[in-house]
């Protein structure tokens, strides 16, 4: 295994390209299933996750051609068999969303639960319920989900007791194809549930309410569906932790080629924070604060502070002048950061899901340890502004979301290598 090691404290200059964001190009891939012919994807992040989705879609028997780092083109008219195998869904938990569009397409499938994760339990019976309500029958069997619509799925009213991302795309993807209309209530609207829609309404799909918690589509009747190339929307959350790049250390740095109405709820709190941000449509600009003020966040679905910020926030919280608190709401295991902070020398305690960070923290470096994406990209930042140098391990998991990271991190001037264990 590797592992990053980061000379502190840093001094950032420049600006980062963003790449297209992971959690939108996963459910554009389980949209390929749905595609009649040539289904091209472009602005493709070239991270681990992706990778993973697209063998999982050869092992299904669809045939792709990677025209480029950040390009592919997938053809599934190959496929031959409708199974998702344990190996590869306990390696990447958003494979199930191969299970909504398998099924409408083929009228069977086998998915293997994708079990819990270091952040949670991670259920998945809001995907199952909705799928039944579609005229789905699914089954739990030594480990694999059996679903069977021998008659298509038909189009059902389906409310959502909690709002899920993937369990919207899977839905999404499933109601496109079933007869008649389906009505989603309590929906996602997160940008990347928002694409997902838009891509489906230009092949023609009849979609009524995109970007609100009320969708009705109105399905093909089983018909495949023709795509145009498709450029997945930038990742507001590698935008969102390269800005708390700069936050910690108070530099000014830049973001590029970013939907900067994506990331309000960022904008908003890093302004809360001190920072100036200059912003328009492609790009933000972070400027120096003049003084770093504590704040508190509570994480939401979108458009309210995203979740999968909260430890990047925590590692920024730990040089406000004060004692900022951070209420995790969505997931019931999303604090581990918080021990790995605490051995750079953060001033954390946790009540619950709330943390109470004490700043301002010297940090000083040393070797900490990556649980989860997300976490680990907290554990750069905080290495940033550590005094001496701090080894990040286990950052296969920083592989599965951020692309090209030593190379962002040294053009912004940040003295880092990967080194083997
Ligand atoms: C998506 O996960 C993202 N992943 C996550 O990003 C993100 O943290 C999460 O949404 C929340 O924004 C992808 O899009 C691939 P959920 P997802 O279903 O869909 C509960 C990252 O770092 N729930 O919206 O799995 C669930 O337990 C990842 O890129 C049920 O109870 O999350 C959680 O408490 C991490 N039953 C809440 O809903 C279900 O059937 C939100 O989960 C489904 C979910």
Same mark, same amino acid.
């Given at each position: 295994?590797? =592992? ?11 600006? #980062? ?8 190009a996963l459910p ?5 299933? !749905?595609?009649?012919g040539? &289904?091209?994807?472009? %602005? ?15 092992e299904l028997?669809a ?7 950040n ?8 496929i031959t068999?409708?199974?998702?195998? =344990? ?5 990447m ?12 397409? &083929? ?18 019976n ?10 789905? %029958? ?6 694999y989900?059996?679903? #069977? ?15 899920? #991302?993937?369990g919207?795309?899977?839905?999404i /993807?499933a ?8 009505h989603? =209530? ?7 549930? #928002?694409? /997902? ?11 009524k ?8 589509i109105s ?10 190339p !498709?450029r ?9 932790? =390269? ?18 109405h994506?990331?309000?709820? !960022? ?7 001190g ?11 972070l ?25 990047? &926030? ?6 406000? %002048? ?7 709401? /969505? &997931?019931? %295991?999303?604090l ?14 946790t009540?619950?899901n709330?943390? /109470? ?6 940090l000083?470096g ?42 962002k991190?040294?053009?912004?001037g940040v ?7």
């Open positions: 295994m590797d =592992y990053l090691k980061i000379q502190g404290p840093a001094h950032l200059s420049g600006k #980062v390209k963003i790449q297209g964001a992971k959690n939108a554009l891939l389980a949209l390929s299933i !749905i595609a009649r040539k &289904f091209t994807l472009t %602005n493709l992040p070239d991270v681990a996750d992706i990778a993973t989705f697209l063998k999982l879609l050869g028997g045939t792709y051609d990677k025209k480029a780092a390009e592919v083109v997938i053809d599934t008219k190959s068999h409708q199974k998702a195998t =344990y190996d590869i869904v306990r390696t938990r958003a494979s199930i969303l191969v299970l909504g569009p398998l099924l409408a397409r &083929f009228g069977y499938c086998e998915v293997s639960l994708p079990g819990g994760c270091a952040i949670g339990a991670r259920p998945i809001l995907h199952i319920k909705a799928l039944e309500a579609m005229g789905a %029958n699914i089954t739990i069997e030594e480990g989900i059996r679903a #069977v619509a021998e008659d298509g799925l038909v189009g059902a009213n389906i409310t959502f007791d909690k709002i899920t #991302v993937t919207s795309e899977n839905a /993807l109601a496109a194809l079933a007869k008649g209309t389906t989603l =209530y309590n929906v996602a609207k997160e940008p990347e549930v #928002v694409q /997902l829609c838009e891509e489906l309404a230009k092949a023609g799909v009849m979609i309410g995109i970007g609100t918690s009320m969708l009705e399905g093909s009747e089983g018909e495949l569906l023709e795509f145009a !498709i997945v929307i930038p990742d507001r959350i590698e935008a969102g932790t =390269y800005l708390c790049m700069g936050a910690i250390t108070n530099d000014e740095i830049s973001v590029e080629d970013i939907c900067s994506h990331l309000s709820a !960022i904008i908003d709190k890093l302004e809360e924070i920072f100036v941000l200059s912003v328009n449509e492609t790009s933000i600009t400027h120096r604060a003049k003084e770093l003020a504590p704040f508190s966040l509570t994480t939401g679905e979108y458009p309210a502070f995203p979740t999968d910020m909260q430890a990047q &926030f925590m590692a920024l919280a730990t040089q406000c %002048n004060g004692t900022s608190s951070i209420e995790e709401k /969505l &997931f019931e %295991n999303r581990m950061h918080v021990s790995e902070l605490q051995r750079l020398n953060a001033n954390i305690t009540s619950g709330t943390a /109470l960070i004490k700043g301002k923290s010297e000083v040393t070797d900490v340890m990556a649980t989860d994406l997300r976490a680990s990209s907290a554990l750069i930042i905080a290495a940033l502004i550590a005094r001496g140098e701090s080894r990040v391990h286990r950052i296969y998991h920083l592989d599965r979301g951020y692309e090209r990271l030593v190379e991190l040294r053009g912004l003295e880092v290598s990967r080194e083997r264990e």
